[in-house]
């Protein structure tokens, strides 16, 4: 091959009729250990703040595969590294809010981890406080969606694709 990408793509007079609507990907990695998982107190986010979330997360940057972002997302936010083989996926949201906007149109990969090199700390201002919480003692603000991931993962009811919001 000469090196050029000859994949086929979406002329633009058949995007700019089909292109309505936008999903913004996002990574979720929850650390894991034993029965108890790792959760970061949003901050200075704009978005849950002072609520439990997952250990890290973030959207998938353009040209970034999903598990890139999810390790990444780990290792800004929370200073460690995790090899894409020991993210387990969880479930993949399609998720979405009665506004209609498009930003409220998203898919979320939600991953596992129970192996991973380093110390979690909080390395970035939109995680007051990291806290390690029993599965079975969730603190009841734990962002909506996310929770819903955490308890379907700890009742064995998660699918392997979920829609939510809908």
């Not at 993210?87 to 949201?93: C, E, F, K, S, V």
């Not at 970035?124 to 909506?144: I, Q």
Request: overall charge negative; aromatic content about 12%; proline content about 5%.
């Amino acid at each position: 091959m000469s090196g050029v990408d000859e994949r086929e793509h979406y002329p633009a007079d058949y995007a700019a009729a089909h292109g309505s609507f936008s999903l913004i990907p996002a990574a979720y990695v929850f650390l894991f250990d034993g029965g108890r998982v790792l959760l970061q107190l949003r901050a200075n986010t704009g978005y849950y703040d002072d609520w439990w979330g997952a250990s890290a997360a973030g959207h998938v940057d353009p040209g970034e595969s999903v598990l890139t972002a999810a390790v990444r997302e780990a290792s800004e936010e929370l200073g460690i590294e995790i090899a894409v083989d020991d993210l387990a996926p969880l479930t993949t949201m399609h998720r979405t809010a009665p506004t209609g906007l498009a930003i409220d149109q998203r898919v979320d990969f939600f991953f596992a981890c129970r192996l991973w090199s380093g110390t979690p700390t909080a390395l970035e201002d939109k995680a007051a406080e990291l806290r390690w919480f029993d599965l079975d003692d969730l603190p009841p603000n734990v962002v909506h969606h996310e929770r819903w991931v955490l308890d379907g993962s700890r009742g064995g009811a998660l699918r392997a694709i979920t829609a939510y919001g809908f």
